[in-house]
């Protein structure tokens, strides 16, 4: 019997990550102050990071924040997942506001 099966679940509830990719994702060593998020849906995952956050890192730091998120996709997929690489164009920032009010 499938561990997810056990407590009477449907398959169709039953998550792709689990406590072992979990591990996998939290042992890579992440840039300061970079954020990212592995979002589940069911039949792969997604690695999440946000465009606030990116567009203030010097090209190095980009670099670092790239090789991060392809040995998280490496470690999840040698765990049997399949694994995207999703940016997130979050909403304008406080500080993007008041420049664009200082251009008009």
Not at 62 to 70: I, L, N, S, T
Request: proline residues 5%.
């Amino acid at each position: 019997m499938k561990p997810g099966l056990k407590f009477g679940l449907e398959p169709q509830w039953i998550k792709m990550y689990n406590a072992e990719m979990q591990k996998a994702f939290r042992s890579v060593k992440v840039p300061k102050g970079f954020k990212a998020h592995i979002v589940d849906y069911e039949k792969f995952l997604t690695i999440r990071f946000y465009e606030s956050q990116w567009k203030d890192y010097t090209e190095a730091q980009r670099f670092k924040c790239v090789q991060y998120m392809v040995n998280v996709k490496k470690a999840l997929e040698s765990l049997g997942a399949i694994v995207a690489i999703d940016p997130v164009l979050d909403l304008e920032t406080p500080q993007d506001r008041l420049q664009r009010r200082r251009r008009k």
